[in-house]
């Protein structure tokens, strides 16, 4: 599975972006796709995950009612949907697969997409 993550840029604070993650491979279907972020001077941190059916969605906390996954398995692409974004989101996201149910380490993700920055301005 390759992954190209893309969408992101600068946005105001309160701003909206949507990511995108374009998989190729036949196998991503039946992948548990996953979003994560690394924010400057931090360690990787997981953001969201789904399922391959398109069930069994988590999130970290601090995303929970701002950040949306969904997935276009037809399409081979995923999305991260990120409203009321706040300088804290300022992160190179990445996009991440695997064949593994409700994963948040990075570390149980072999498959990376090679990350798009987004800086959100207050």
């Known amino acids: 599975v390759q992954l190209q993550a893309s969408g992101g840029g600068l946005v105001q604070a309160g701003g909206s972006l949507r990511l995108s993650c374009a998989a190729s491979?036949?196998?991503?279907?039946?992948?548990?796709m996953a979003w994560f972020r690394q924010r400057p001077g931090k360690e990787r941190e997981f953001v969201a995950s789904?399922?391959?059916?398109?069930?069994?969605?988590r999130y970290a906390d601090s995303m929970k009612g701002r950040f949306t996954i969904s997935r276009d398995n037809a399409e081979k692409t995923g999305y991260l949907q990120m409203n009321s974004l706040e300088p804290e989101d300022t992160a190179v996201y990445y996009c991440?697969?695997?064949?593994?149910?409700?994963?948040?380490?990075?570390?149980?993700?072999?498959?990376w997409g090679q990350g798009t920055l987004v800086t959100v301005s207050s």
């Open positions: 789904m399922w391959w059916s398109g069930g069994s969605t």
């Open positions: 991440a697969a695997d064949r593994c149910y409700g994963c948040t380490s990075s570390g149980e993700y072999n498959y």
């Open positions: 491979g036949r196998t991503f279907n039946y992948y548990t």
